[in-house]
Structure formats: C-alpha cells, structure tokens
C-alpha cells in the first residue's frame, strides 16, 4: 500500500497515540492521560478478578486499553 492510499484520518489516530504514550513515558503521573489510563487498567483489573471468564491481566490490559482509545479519540 502506497502512502497517498492510506487513510489520513486513521494517520492522524496513530501519530496522536504514539505521541501520547510518549509523552506518558516521558512525564509519568505529570501527564494527564496517565491516571485515567491507570483508573481504566485497574478497573479492569478488578473486573477481570471477579469475572470467571477473564482472567486478572487480560482485564487489566482491556481496561487499560478502552482509557487509552477513549482519551486519544477525544
């Protein structure tokens, strides 16, 4: 796939990740996308410990995961 066929938007979406979770990794709890993303992993976290279906690191990643999309979508 050439550049100029790709979707810009989903571009836009992606260098708007990177540069989020760089900017996490960089300034830690300073930023302020971290404690939602860390609310929504331990969330999920306890989700997955009382679910029997999901297991405790599975939820921790999808709760933190669902933070992350919602904040970088915004």
Do not use: C
């Amino acid at each position: 796939m050439q550049d100029q066929d790709r979707d810009p938007k989903n571009n836009d979406w992606v260098d708007e990740a990177k540069t989020e979770i760089s900017g996490m990794a960089k300034e830690g709890m300073a930023h302020p996308s971290t404690k939602p993303v860390l609310t929504g992993a331990a969330i999920g976290a306890l989700a997955g410990a009382l679910l029997p279906v999901i297991s405790l690191p599975m939820g921790l990643i999808a709760g933190a995961g669902f933070a992350f999309y919602n904040r970088v979508k915004k």
